[in-house]
């Protein structure tokens, strides 16, 4: 169990029943906004349960995801919420910017909306404070951090579920 994950988390990484679904967005070309690519790539064949990288066109999985019928969907990406760099924290769906100034065409949460409309799931947002979101590529020490306790974790959950493959 990492330091670095609190209660909560730990309860949001919990296989829920029925279809559990990730969902990792970011740019790995913008440093810490890479942090969902490089979670996707570390968790794909790992984990029990599908996996999408949605990369920084998060409306190219839509089909996708809704064909895997999830029932409860774990969003990550990077997130500036003024904390410290590396922390985890769940963010509420009414704190997603609804405007494009991410580095998303589309804001997640309106991608998350139409799955959920089309499946009847239940998505919570897991959001990775970054240090930096310069061009380049690599994430700081802080991020890869969390980012490797986080798939420490999901590894360890999610080996308990059946029928594992990327989605």
């Known amino acids: 169990m990492s330091n670095l994950l609190t209660a909560e988390i730990f309860e949001a990484l919990k296989p829920r029943p029925g279809t559990n679904l990730v969902i990792t967005a970011g740019n ?8 969902g690519p490089y979670l996707y790539e570390a968790l794909k064949g790992r984990v029990l349960v599908p996996i999408l990288d ?10 996708q995801a809704i064909q895997v019928n ?24 009414d704190l997603i910017p ?3 100034l991410s ?9 998350t909306r139409l799955i959920e409309e089309e499946t009847g799931a239940t998505t919570v947002f897991i959001g990775i ?3 930096s979101v310069v061009p380049g ?7 890869k951090e969390a980012a490797d306790a986080l ?6 959950l999610f080996n308990y579920l059946g029928g594992g493959r990327d989605a």
């Open 28 to 35: 790995s070309f913008r440093s810490d906004d890479g942090v």
């Open 54 to 63: 949605a990369g920084y066109t998060p409306e190219n999985i839509i089909d």
């Open 70 to 93: 999830p029932d409860y969907i774990i969003v990550i990406d990077a997130a500036d919420f003024h904390g410290r760099p590396g922390e985890v924290r769940i963010i509420e769906e």
């Open 98 to 100: 609804t405007s494009t």
């Open 103 to 111: 580095t998303h065409a589309i804001p997640l949460n309106v991608v």
């Open 129 to 131: 404070q970054v240090c």
């Open 137 to 143: 590529e690599g994430l700081s020490p802080e991020v």
């Open 151 to 156: 798939s420490q974790e999901m590894t360890n």
